[in-house]
DNA sequence: GTCTATACGCCGATAGAC
DNA sequence: GTCTATCGGCGTATAGAC
């Protein structure tokens, strides 16, 4: 490390890319893509305002490279459809754990998904594996007769609303959770095999 | 009506304001606020860019007006705690019916509160008393013992999310959804109520 | 590689004619 | 009330010194 770089923040000595990539995150998730300026992310990175272009050619290419270090971790997701009932509580779990460790992508990928922003297309290889696998686990319990659910697109709305939806929001979850992330993913599992369970009331008023 | 009034548009001759209410409903919950100009909005609406500042004094003006229509709406919702668990069922088939209805107005507020927006302030009387009814259900169910779950917290954020999130992507909800939508609302409260009923299984891996 | 200064477009808002 | 034209500001991106 050179002595003449001037060590303007304690960890100045990441790499300049690894700084805007971490700062563009936090700022993606808090404040969303169109709400977040690229000033900002320089300021929060500690580095100029040219930096951004010069490294990535622009707001967009950062935004797609902050999701690079979980593609390759999607690419390996594959259940075991024989177990279509274990598989569908390891899916959820998984989820909720990742979620968890996580959590500004998945707050990043939410909003890009509520607003169906331009953006999605370059985002399609991180989520839409994880839907196709949703999806084909549940047409595989329902086949096999493990669950009874009127419809398979509905179900896939309802979880993932379930997963994704959660904690999320700063002034609604004013009390922090009691719950550990293990006991938070358990509730979820439960939450999710059980509700997917026809009951006799189906259907009545 | 005058007739020097042009006919620009089908129907022109509805006011002014309520045109511009209707486009920037439309754009916001499209686009998102940020991501829509007042451009958009008037050129939409078929009139002059300066109308919105003249009638509403401003964008977000016209953000908080877009939500006036369901305030009352919002009052009037009470439910009978006596009867916790049909007060459960009743809040998620009504919350259903209602997305179904005012999509466009679920599809704004669920955007600005994934992103914590500053918006969010001017919303609170439209959302928080709903958050605040379901969280009294769930805690006379749990109090009664009729349904025996481990978080009140956790249980709205999954309530919430099944029901806020559903059906709002374009293109993950490719095949449009073969059910009608009381079959829907009869499925989320299905699903809920189920959901939350906890197992033997509860804690295992 | 990193900086400062600046280009240039689009934003929301408004002045002023009609 | 409604229009067109324009203002000032901030957005991203880049030119050019170091």
Chains 1, 2 share one sequence.
């Not at 270090?69 to 509580?89: T, V």
């Not at 297309?121 to 009127?150: A, G, H, Y």
């Not at 904690?167 to 999710?192: C, G, K, W, Y």
Request: glycine residues 4%; negative net charge; hydrophobic residues 40%.
């Amino acid at each position: 490390m050179s002595p003449l770089k001037q060590n303007r923040s304690n960890d100045r000595n990441k790499d300049v890319r690894d700084q805007i990539l971490r700062a563009a995150k936090e700022l993606f998730a808090k404040k969303g893509y169109e709400g977040t300026t690229v000033r900002q992310i320089c300021h929060e990175a500690n580095v100029s305002l040219a930096l951004v272009s010069y490294h990535f050619g622009g707001k967009e290419n950062v935004f797609f490279e902050v999701f690079q270090p979980i593609r390759q971790l999607f690419e390996n997701m594959k259940y075991d459809l024989s177990d279509s009932l274990g598989a569908l509580k390891s899916f959820c779990r998984q989820f909720v754990i990742f979620r968890n460790e996580e959590s500004e992508l998945v707050s990043i990928l939410q909003q890009e998904l509520v607003m169906n922003s331009p953006r999605l297309e370059m985002l399609t290889d991180v989520f839409l594996p994880s839907w196709e696998q949703l999806r084909l686990i549940l047409q595989e319990c329902q086949e096999k007769n493990l669950i009874d659910f009127p419809s398979v697109d509905v179900a896939v709305n309802f979880i993932m609303g379930t997963l994704m939806f959660s904690h999320n929001n700063a002034f609604l979850n004013r009390t922090q959770s009691e719950m550990s992330p293990e006991q938070v993913a358990d509730f979820a599992v439960n939450f999710i095999i059980n509700g997917l369970q026809a009951t006799s009331e189906q259907g009545k008023r």
